[in-house]
């Protein structure tokens, strides 16, 4: 399995351990999971199910969960003996997918995970739509799913196999395509995916400025902020610590809708949204009013996250080693609910990290520091440094212990 589909499993695998026995205690189906007693008799009513949940419009991440009896009080019936001539792996999932045409852009990806519940087994199906592929679709009929028609599922319902979603229906997911059903901030982020669209405000003025040519109502715009010159942790692993920062505006149409801090790293090597600062403290010290720890973060799911990649030049050599070193003095998660329980996992593990903090090297960085600076916040970046490999690392085992 590739990292990345690896990276992804295990996630998943820990939202599916979350979510899936709080949707079965609901007793009931809705529009992002279903309930089957058992495995489907042939592949294209396992088709069927898979398009209709990949088309759902209220989560990214659906559920097709087999071995509940839905007219026997949603309880559990054990896979491995109900229908067990019928049970697929992840790997036989995988395989009739990839023989599936299909006619949108990719196939959902799927994976099949086993869930002990009460001491029986369930199989968990979970499939991730992604809203640019959408709606996604057979090039070619299987079985009864007829090519080209739309299936979707609304409130706990399928669309019939025979006529597929209805106009308005399908109305609807092109629209979550476009991202038109989302706000201006929203969509902007899903534009700035989009890189190769963005064109340059002038070809007179020397300005880095630019809109969006498909939506040119949509402008980005950066300025530098000479009044701040203040040092901060990360930049003392660039070649060049000096910080250059910026103003970071966003707009629709006359209005700025997201505006943020921008830094020039190393040089000018790099420019990037300044990461996020957590303030940690050690839950048996919970009335001090110092941290026991800072760190500067991003999250995968933010706007600020979507402007550094899109202010990222894969192309320049230099603009990769900065951003790498910039990477490697900070942490990155997925979302805040990550990071916050990413925290309350450090909190129960402050021994193996203070151990880690001692026996690590001493970080260098804190004497590019000019002079001026006081010892104490000298002290303070160098405790950062010295920390944030520590984090990445425990940020993997924490990972890891999901997917358990």
């Excluded at 028609?149 to 109305?171: C, F, K, M």
């Excluded at 920062?245 to 629709?252: Q, R």
């Excluded at 010295?386 to 358990?404: E, G, N, T, W, Y």
Aim: glycine letters at 4%; proline letters at 5%; aromatic letters at 12%.
């Amino acid at each position: 399995m590739k990292t990345e589909h690896m990276d992804r499993y295990r996630t998943l695998e820990g939202r599916i351990r979350q979510e899936v026995p709080a949707l079965i205690s609901l007793e009931r189906e809705g529009s992002y999971w279903d309930f089957k007693r058992e495995w489907h008799d042939s592949n294209s009513a396992l088709i069927h199910d898979i398009l209709c949940l990949a088309n759902n419009l209220e989560s990214e991440v659906s559920y097709l969960i087999i071995g509940v009896d839905e007219e026997n009080g949603y309880s559990a019936c054990d896979v491995k003996e109900n229908g067990h001539a019928k049970r697929r792996s992840n790997q036989n999932v995988v395989d009739m997918l990839a023989k599936t045409p299909w006619g949108s852009a990719q196939p959902p990806f799927v994976v099949v995970v086993p869930l002990e519940l009460r001491g029986d087994t369930i199989d968990v199906l979970a499939i991730v739509s992604r809203r640019e592929d959408m709606p996604y679709y057979l090039a070619k009929s299987s079985g009864d799913v007829r090519p080209g028609l739309v299936y979707t599922r609304r409130v706990d319902q399928n669309s019939p196999i025979d006529r597929g979603a209805s106009w308005s229906e399908v109305q609807a997911i092109w629209r979550h395509h476009f991202a038109l059903d989302e706000s201006p901030v929203v969509r902007a982020r899903y534009m700035l995916a989009d890189k190769g669209h963005w064109e340059l405000l002038s070809s007179v003025n020397s300005t880095d400025d630019k809109y969006y040519s498909f939506a040119p109502e949509y402008t980005i715009r950066h300025h530098p902020d000479d009044e701040r010159d203040a040092y901060e942790y990360y930049m003392l692993d660039q070649t060049d610590p000096r910080p250059h920062w910026y103003d970071i505006e966003l707009c629709y149409h006359q209005t700025t809708i997201y505006d943020t801090v921008g830094i020039s790293l190393d040089g000018g090597r790099y420019f990037a949204p300044v990461p996020e600062w957590s303030f940690f403290s050690w839950p048996d010290n919970p009335y001090q009013m110092d941290p026991d720890l800072t760190y500067c973060y991003y999250l995968r799911d933010s706007m600020d996250w979507a402007l550094n990649m899109f202010f990222y030049d894969a192309d320049y050599d230099d603009a990769t080693i900065s951003r790498n070193r910039l990477l490697k003095a900070v942490v990155l998660f997925d979302d805040d609910e990550e990071r916050l329980s990413f925290e309350r996992f450090l909190g129960m593990h402050k021994a193996g990290f203070c151990k880690a903090m001692y026996e690590a090297k001493k970080p260098y960085g804190a004497e590019k520091l000019p002079d001026e600076y006081a010892q104490e916040a000298k002290d303070s970046m160098g405790q950062s440094l010295k920390a944030v490999p520590i984090l990445q690392q425990m940020l993997q085992h924490f990972r890891s212990s999901l997917a358990k």
